[in-house]
């Protein structure tokens, strides 16, 4: 089994900053994509970033230039650092990543249990 611990959520005014971190444990062979989610009330899920293995990186276009994901592949570890935070910001953040648990096995993906970001003056 797998789990993705989350920390790092709280509340920053307009224009601030935040680090989330994500760490993976567990039966882990390997991990290929891991990401930020985030979801607000009453709309769907949507992805924030991505980073691959080899340090590929994808981000939704309204972080761009503000948020930097980041990737410890020693420690199975992935940061979001968030700039310049806004008030649509506010929600909650998921980690996601995809790990193969043997080494010829499949990759399964993971949630995290979500941490709360509101952006708020």
């Known amino acids: 089994q797998v789990q993705l611990v989350e920390s790092g959520g709280g509340l920053v005014q307009p224009g601030g900053s935040l680090r989330l971190s994500c760490a993976a444990s567990g039966s882990i062979f390997s991990i290929n994509v891991m990401g930020w989610y985030r979801q607000a009330p009453g709309k769907e899920r949507e992805l924030v970033a991505a980073i691959t293995g080899g340090d590929s990186t994808n981000y939704a276009t309204s972080v761009k230039g503000r948020f930097t994901l980041s990737r410890d592949n020693a420690k199975n570890t992935v940061y979001l650092q968030m700039n310049s935070l806004k008030p649509k910001d506010t929600a909650v953040y998921y980690c996601?990543?995809?790990?193969?648990?043997?080494?010829?096995?499949?990759?399964?993906?993971?949630w995290g249990q979500g941490t709360q970001v509101t952006v708020s003056s």
């Open positions: 996601n990543a995809d790990v193969r648990a043997y080494r010829y096995g499949y990759y399964n993906e993971y």
